[in-house]
């Protein structure tokens, strides 16, 4: 079985949904190869906002019916997060849009509190391990990253729990080297393919990203990488290959039995 993705690496417009939608349509509109599952960089609607009371939709809100008629129209699944109003609170949440315009999400967990998130926006406290083609997907953001307990296997006797681990990302440039470093870190530890979408490009607060999104094999060998540019690119990951590596290094059948707590909202 195989899963075809593309990671959309791009700059964002700061805290315009407009115009970051029709950039980011015109570049979907560019793939030109059959691909399942698009990849958007965090908060692609606005860049990494704080001012989630001006900007964040509600779940009826236009980026995410964009995203679903991007999905029926062109048949594809699509995911990135973005800023949402739930009541009192506001999300940073991943959106996993279907082609029959279904959708599961995720909210962020592990809040950025060096640049305030945990002052606007409330942590979620339960994971979404999404399924594709036989392919189960870990889906996460960004700072995230930096806690490997939260993406931890929790394997059984039979299989692991998940195939393929999906950050999505607003990472700056100066901070590059662990972005690299516990991206194939986590492919290593978890025996998993893992996928990294980030921005590139300066925010509104002057802060530089140098995208490096990277695609990872279980080995932690790299698939693809760029730095510094906008890019689509389509990659096909293949399960033969997964197994394979599982097979021949079977290291997650001696993994720690342990069961994350969840913490309350």
Known sequence: MSLTLTLIQTDLVWENIDANLALLEEKINTIST????IVLPEMYSTGFTMQPEKLAETMDGKAVVWMKRIAT???VIIIGS????????YFNRL?????????SYYDKRHLFAFSGEDNHYTSGNQRLIAQAKGWKINLQICYDLRFPVWARQQTSEDEAEYDLLIYVANWPEKRSHAWKSLLMARAIENQCNVV????????????????DSTVINPLGNVLFTEKDKETVQTITLK???LNAIRNQF???KDADNFLIKRKGI
């Open 250 to 252: 079977p290291f997650l």
């Open 239 to 241: 399960k033969e290959d």
């Open 196 to 211: 990294g979408v980030n921005r590139v490009g300066n925010d509104g607060n002057g802060i530089y990203h140098s995208g």
């Open 73 to 75: 129209t062109k048949k």
């Open 34 to 37: 059959r691909t399942e599952l």
């Open 82 to 89: 973005l800023a949402i109003k739930e009541g009192e609170n």
């Open 95 to 103: 959106i996993w849009m279907l082609p029959n315009g279904q959708y």
